[in-house]
T-cell receptor, first 114, second 112 residues
Framework: GDSVTQMEGPVTLSEEAFLTINCTYTATGYPSLFWYVQYPGEGLQLLLKATKADDKGSNKGFEATYRKETTSFHLEKGSVQVSDSAVYFCALWLSGAGSYQLTFGKGTKLSVIP | EPEVTQTPSHQVTQMGQEVILRCVPISNHLYFYWYRQILGQKVEFLVSFYNNEISEKSEIFDDQFSVERPDGSNFTLKIRSTKLEDSAMYFC??????????FGSGTRLTVV
């Protein structure tokens, strides 16, 4: 079945460090790919998305590029801030028979220290 | 910005008891969902609901679970006889005609 694998956390970085959170997927078709973020005490918020190969999603300084050849969608940010501390989830959506079901990775907790 | 609202934020219940988790989706959204996240594990799909009926459910969503939209605004998840392994964060979500998931902030269910 479809699945998402993301790097194990927690990840601890100093402010202004470069961030990469790896995400790879397995899917029977051509999924849309997403990164969600969960700040402490809050719900899941869509951070960025890409719907086809070579698309780059970006938001709030975060970027991820849909790489079909490596089935990856790694999240990057050039300079993290303390306010970026959260749990990040990679997810995919494979449309078919009207399904809107999202398949999530396990999540990666990021802590940014001043 | 419209929000999906979930209540309560934390529920503690004894094993074997029934619990009802409540959600108010965004008013013009058409699809409604429940997901759950057991601590330290991935977020898992439970069920989707459209046009007043279940449109899709996972193998997790067995006979002890049910969903209902009783009054056109609320969307509830009922667990009939809770087990210890039902302890998790439960997320409600809704989507409209164009793709756009909006999640609630979750209900943390603790079964003791």
């Amino acid at each position: 079945g479809d699945s998402v694998t993301q790097m194990e956390g927690p990840v601890t970085l100093s402010e202004e460090a470069f961030l990469t959170i790896n995400c790879t997927y397995t899917a029977t078709g051509y999924p849309s790919l997403f990164w969600y973020v969960q700040y402490p005490g809050e719900g899941l918020q869509l951070l960025l998305k890409a719907t086809k190969a070579d698309d780059k999603g970006s938001n709030k300084g975060f970027e991820a590029t849909y790489r079909k050849e490596t089935t990856s969608f790694h999240l990057e940010k050039g300079s993290v801030q303390v306010s970026d501390s959260a749990v990040y989830f990679c997810a995919l959506w494979l449309s078919g028979a009207g399904s809107y079901q999202l398949t999530f990775g396990k999540g990666t907790k990021l802590s940014v220290i001043p | 910005e419209p929000e999906v609202t979930q209540t309560p934020s934390h529920q503690v219940t004894q094993m074997g008891q029934e619990v009802i988790l409540r959600c108010v989706p965004i008013s013009n959204h058409l699809y409604f969902y429940w997901y759950r996240q057991i601590l330290g594990q991935k977020v898992e799909f439970l069920v989707s609901f459209y046009n007043n009926e279940i449109s899709e459910k996972s193998e997790i969503f067995d006979d002890q679970f049910s969903v209902e939209r009783p009054d056109g605004s609320n969307f509830t998840l009922k667990i009939r006889s809770t087990k210890l392994e039902d302890s998790a964060m439960y997320f409600c979500a809704s989507t409209g005609e164009t793709y756009g998931y909006t999640f609630g902030s979750g209900t943390r269910l603790t079964v003791v």
